[in-house]
């Protein structure tokens, strides 16, 4: 077991994991989604994968990841559930990410400022994810594309991410604020529309 959370315990490890969460992956893809450099997510990947928490395949010329079969979904998405509940409970605040944040919003809203119109909801998630699924009217523009994207300074701009522990938005509302945009993010993600869509 000490073994096992020390696997997890390194950050990089679980935001590879996360993204697999979606299906499978290149090592090239992974790099570019996760942001961390292609030779630290290939170490990191092979770790996972003498650790039979990933496996590959091979797609001609591409090495794909995906998780090992077993309990691994069970695990991985029960620390993220705990994670949340120690958040929740005023345990611990994720690094990067302050709960009373000056522009968080919250569902409700969200919800209000989409009926109200007038504000752009950019999903800062890969092309991939976002074919998956996405907010209504959501744009797609990944973190990386933000960068060189221009976006009207008279509009609001509400970026989302995956769920409460993504940084991806942080880090999008924190650069698109230094190019004095009017921006917000909603803390909850896609995961957090998605199952309250789906209750």
């Known amino acids: 077991m000490s073994e096992v959370a020390s696997m997890l315990g390194n950050e990089s490890r679980l935001i590879l994991l996360q993204l697999l969460s979606n299906g499978e992956k290149s090592v090239e893809i992974l790099s570019e989604e996760s942001g961390i450099p292609v030779a630290n997510t290939s170490q990191h990947l092979q770790a996972l994968k003498k650790a039979t928490m990933v496996t590959t395949r091979r797609d001609g010329k591409r090495i794909l990841y995906r998780w090992e079969q077993g309990p691994m979904k069970d695990l991985f998405f029960a620390l993220e559930k705990f994670a949340l509940f120690s958040i929740a409970e005023g345990q611990s605040t994720p690094r990067g990410i302050t709960p009373n944040i000056k522009n968080n919003i919250s569902l409700s809203e969200l919800q209000k400022k989409i009926k109200k119109g007038g504000a752009l909801l950019i999903d800062v998630r890969s092309k991939e994810e976002y074919k998956k699924g996405h907010i209504p009217d959501a744009i797609n523009v990944p973190y990386n ?17 995956r769920g409460p522990l993504c940084l991806l938005s942080v880090n999008a509302m924190n650069l698109l604020q230094s190019r004095e945009i009017n921006v917000f993010r909603f803390d909850g993600g896609y995961s957090g529309w998605e199952s309250t869509e789906n209750k």
């Open 145 to 161: 594309d933000l960068f060189t994207h221009k976006f009207p300074k008279t509009k609001e701009v509400i970026v989302y991410c």
